[in-house]
Every structure is written in structure tokens, then in C-alpha cells.
């Protein structure tokens, strides 16, 4: 939901200093690199490398020139600290320990977690609610779109690269967006699915446009992060506004409470600190922070759908 919007902010932010950051446009850090492909990159050190690089680094893509600056990256770090100088940023990254082949582990493993959670509750929804249920179908469909969502995540944080990055854009997006739809079947839809239908095929249109944009016009890390934000707003309202209007539901809270902690837990993206450890920055703590709130969701959606068949039933016995 809200959560993912605060993600494209951050993302956004990150994205549009990527092009140049004090740590990257230093220059003991770009003799480094330079040396660092001159002796390494090329010829029989190239092959040398290659014959020493692990299977699992060269099966996600890291290269010589990767692996340069890399360390080049570490060794300007150093200079800075042992200078007294603030810890800099490169390419719009704060430096992070490689772990494996991941590179940004904690965010990485945070993904990961988040998409696991989807996928449990996904499996005790299907457990417990039957398919007759009036909400079963889209909140199904929610749950395997914000899975694929996560994957994405996973992937982008174990490795960046141009590829990695739009389809963990895309992806939020998508989240985003079949969140709304989610909230308009449960509001206005299951009266009027032909309204529900009609704004489901403006949403897709929507996201077919703006990905279409970003993807063969230009990326343009701005314009991604005013409309994801505002149909974030937008989800956002249009839930609250339900439970208002539904305050007599038993389940309601709970919600309220997944808007109320997403926004919440949004503002953890406002710091911007070098990570702990080399590893446990403000982005992770927000990816650890939101897997309970996933989980509260689901059983939200669960009840909900419980309810709407209990109700269903009753009024098939009443005509």
C-alpha cells in the first residue's frame, strides 16, 4: 500500500544523484578505478580474473570493472575516515559491505522476508477462505502481484543494474496501483462491477502509459516519483475513508492500523544515515519494519472476505 510509495521516494532520491555523488566524482577514487581496469580489466589479467571469480558473482553479474570500483570505493572511504571527513556517498549509494554476491544484504534479506510473509498469508488465505467468497479473486491476484514485487526488490538490492532497477520501479508501481483497484472493488465494486471493471482497465491503462514512458521516452526519476506518490495518497485516503464509514466492522482496525503504521513507518525513509555496520541502513530497517504490517493486512483481507461470505450466504437464504 502506502508503504511502497515511500520506497519509490527514497529510490527516486537515490536514483537522481546516481549519475554523480562526492564519493564517485573524487579524484584518488577515479585514478583508483582507472588503474584498477588498466592492470586488471584486460587481456590475460581479465582471463586471470575470470578464472578466480566465484560462479555465484559472475551468475549475478558483477564484473571486472564492478569488482574495481568496488574496491576503489572502499580505499576512498578510508581516506575520508582517516581524514575526519563525513563518510561520502557513490553513485547515489551509501558504501555497503558485499556480501556474497549480494550487494546490499540487509535490504536484500528484508525483500526476501517481506516477500515470504506475502507468500504465507497468501497460503492461509487460500486455506481458510473459500473461492465463493465475493473479494477472493482480487485479493488472490493482489497477493501474487505484491510477491512479484518483492522478487524484485530482492533482486534489485542483491544487484543493481539498469534491468534491476526499472522492474523494481515497475513492480512497486503495480503494487500501488492494484492496491487502489482493490480498495475500489471493495467499495464500489462488488455493487456496480461494471464501475469496477471500467477502473480497472483505466488503471492498466494508466500503468501501460507510464511504463511505456519511462522505458522508451526517458526515465525520468521525478515524474516516477510524483505519480506514484500521489496514487499512493490516493490508495491511502480512499482506505481511511472506508473504515470511516465502516467503523461497526469488527476487523476495521485492523485496516486502519496498516495505513496509519505505513505512513508512519514512511517517515523512516526521511533519515539518511551511512549504514550501520556497513550494512543496516534506514532503508533496511523500513523493509524489516513493514513484514509485520504485511502480515496484519492479509488477516485484515481475510476477515474481511470471511465476512462479505457470511453475508453473501445470508442474503441468498433471505430471497
Same mark, same amino acid.
Given at each position: 500500500?502506502?508503504?511502497?510509495?515511500?520506497?519509490?521516494?527514497?529510490?527516486?532520491?537515490?536514483?537522481?544523484?546516481?549519475?554523480? *555523488?562526492?564519493?564517485?566524482?573524487?579524484?584518488?577514487?577515479?585514478?583508483?578505478?582507472?588503474?584498477?581496469?588498466?592492470?586488471?580489466?584486460?587481456?590475460?589479467?581479465?582471463?586471470?580474473?575470470?578464472? +578466480?571469480?566465484?560462479?555465484?558473482?559472475?551468475?549475478?553479474?558483477?564484473?571486472?570493472?564492478?569488482?574495481?570500483?568496488?574496491?576503489?570505493?572502499?580505499?576512498?572511504?578510508?581516506? /575520508?575516515?582517516?581524514?575526519?571527513?563525513? %563518510?561520502?556517498?557513490?553513485?547515489?549509494?551509501?558504501?555497503?559491505?558485499?556480501?556474497?554476491?549480494?550487494?546490499?544484504?540487509?535490504?536484500? %534479506?528484508?525483500?526476501?522476508?517481506?516477500?515470504?510473509?506475502?507468500? #504465507?498469508?497468501?497460503?492461509?488465505?487460500?486455506?481458510?477462505?473459500?473461492?465463493?467468497?465475493?473479494?477472493?479473486? &482480487?485479493? #488472490?491476484?493482489?497477493?501474487? #502481484?505484491?510477491? @512479484?514485487?518483492?522478487?524484485?526488490? &530482492? %533482486?534489485?538490492? &542483491?544487484?543493481? &543494474?539498469?534491468?534491476?532497477?526499472?522492474?523494481?520501479?515497475?513492480?512497486?508501481?503495480?503494487?500501488?496501483?492494484?492496491?487502489?483497484?482493490?480498495?475500489?472493488?471493495?467499495?464500489?465494486?462488488?455493487?456496480?462491477?461494471?464501475?469496477?471493471?471500467?477502473?480497472?482497465?483505466?488503471?492498466?491503462?494508466?500503468?501501460?502509459?507510464?511504463?511505456?514512458?519511462?522505458?522508451?521516452? +526517458?526515465?525520468?526519476?521525478?515524474?516516477?516519483?510524483?505519480?506514484?506518490?500521489?496514487?499512493?495518497?490516493? @490508495?491511502?485516503?480512499?482506505?481511511?475513508?472506508?473504515?470511516? +464509514?465502516?467503523?461497526?466492522?469488527?476487523?476495521?482496525?485492523?485496516?486502519?492500523?496498516? #495505513?496509519?503504521?505505513?505512513?508512519?513507518?514512511?517517515?523512516?525513509?526521511?533519515?539518511?544515515?551511512?549504514?550501520?555496520?556497513? %550494512?543496516?541502513?534506514?532503508?533496511?530497517?523500513?523493509?524489516?519494519?513493514?513484514?509485520?504490517?504485511?502480515?496484519?493486512?492479509? *488477516?485484515?483481507?481475510?476477515?474481511?472476505?470471511? /465476512?462479505?461470505?457470511?453475508?453473501?450466504?445470508?442474503?441468498?437464504?433471505?430471497?
Amino acid at each position: 500500500m502506502a508503504g511502497r510509495t515511500a520506497r519509490l521516494v527514497l529510490l527516486a532520491g537515490a536514483a537522481a544523484l546516481a549519475s554523480g *555523488s562526492q564519493g564517485d566524482r573524487e579524484p584518488v577514487y577515479r585514478d583508483c578505478l582507472l588503474r584498477c581496469e588498466e592492470r586488471n580489466c584486460s587481456g590475460g589479467a581479465l582471463k586471470h580474473f575470470r578464472s +578466480r571469480q566465484p560462479i555465484y558473482m559472475s551468475l549475478a553479474g558483477w564484473t571486472c570493472r564492478d569488482d574495481c570500483k568496488y574496491e576503489c570505493m572502499w580505499v576512498t572511504v578510508g581516506l /575520508y575516515l582517516r581524514e575526519g571527513h563525513k %563518510v561520502p556517498q557513490f553513485h547515489g549509494k551509501w558504501p555497503f559491505s558485499r556480501f556474497l554476491c549480494f550487494q546490499e544484504p540487509a535490504s536484500a %534479506v528484508a525483500s526476501f522476508l517481506n516477500g515470504l510473509a506475502n507468500l #504465507v498469508m497468501l497460503c492461509r488465505y487460500r486455506t481458510s477462505v473459500p473461492a465463493s467468497s465475493p473479494m477472493y479473486p &482480487t485479493c #488472490v491476484v493482489f497477493a501474487w #502481484v505484491s510477491l @512479484n514485487a518483492w522478487f524484485w526488490s &530482492t %533482486v534489485f538490492h &542483491t544487484r543493481d &543494474t539498469d534491468l534491476t532497477e526499472k522492474m523494481d520501479y515497475f513492480c512497486a508501481s503495480s503494487v500501488i496501483l492494484h492496491s487502489v483497484y482493490l480498495c475500489c472493488v471493495r467499495t464500489v465494486g462488488l455493487q456496480h462491477p461494471a464501475v469496477a471493471s471500467a477502473f480497472r482497465a483505466l488503471l492498466l491503462l494508466m500503468l501501460t502509459a507510464h511504463v511505456s514512458y519511462l522505458s522508451l521516452v +526517458r526515465f525520468d526519476y521525478g515524474y516516477n516519483m510524483a505519480v506514484n506518490v500521489a496514487m499512493g495518497l490516493v @490508495n491511502a485516503a480512499w482506505w481511511l475513508a472506508w473504515c470511516l +464509514r465502516n467503523q461497526r466492522l469488527p476487523h476495521v482496525h485492523k485496516c486502519v492500523a496498516v #495505513v496509519l503504521l505505513l505512513q508512519g513507518l514512511s517517515l523512516l525513509e526521511l533519515l539518511d544515515f551511512p549504514p550501520l555496520f556497513w %550494512v543496516l541502513d534506514a532503508h533496511a530497517i523500513w523493509h524489516i519494519s513493514t513484514i509485520p504490517v504485511h502480515v496484519l493486512f492479509f *488477516s485484515f483481507l481475510e476477515d474481511d472476505s470471511l /465476512y462479505l461470505l457470511k453475508e453473501s450466504e445470508a442474503k441468498v437464504k433471505l430471497d
